[in-house]
């Protein structure tokens, strides 16, 4: 069974620095989808950035960024230049695809940003 | 993109009655399903759940708690039945859309029951 692992329950990081979430996970699958989400205060569920299996290139959305170590079945998300609104509980996800597969959730990281 | 709605946002019930959360999706979604969360904690898929058809639930959920219907590509309903103080929790509406299978969800139900 796939499962997906978030080891640090909560991070904190300075306004303006960069911080790295953690996340494994354990699949015997080839093609799969890995997700972040964050979820603020307010509750809604977003996608922060997504990365195919079979990319070797690393995804990239603004100030968003991970580092896939395929072989390892490592998925980090690397948040520079962190603000305030950056603060939010980080989901790590994993979904075997495509075809529509449901989605595993690691257990999540609530990200504090210091002012 | 999809943009998912869900009536109510909250609500506080009383033990033994019935609650049912509506959701709305603005664009076609090829699969949709209902996550319970509790505060700080992750995700507990309950259902997917299939257009014209009998949701799938998961272990540990049934569908006579949780009846579940989903008649078009954009809508669906869950209904918490009889409900106790331990149903308090967020109920999350989901669907996956596009060629690219994103993932969208809704804004969550919160539920107290009393």
Known sequence: ?115 | SAVISQKPSRDICQRGTSLTIQCQVDSQVTMMFWYRQQPGQSLTLIATANQGSEATYESGFVIDKFPISRPNLTFSTLTVSNMSPEDSSIYLCSGIAGVVETQYFGPGTRLLVL
């Open chain 1, 1 to 115: 069974a796939q499962t997906v692992t978030q080891s640090q329950p909560e991070m904190s990081v300075q306004e303006a620095e960069t911080v790295t979430l953690s996340c494994t996970y354990d699949t015997s699958e080839s093609d799969y989808y890995l997700f972040w989400y964050k979820q603020p205060p307010s509750r809604q569920m977003i996608l922060v950035i997504r990365q195919e299996a079979y990319k070797q290139q690393n995804a990239t959305e603004n100030r968003f960024s991970v580092n896939f170590q395929k072989a390892a079945k490592s998925f980090s998300l690397k948040i520079s230049d962190s603000q305030l609104g950056d603060a939010a509980m980080y989901f790590c996800a994993y979904r075997r695809g495509p075809g529509g597969f449901k989605t595993i959730f690691g257990a999540g990281t609530r990200l504090f940003v210091k002012a």
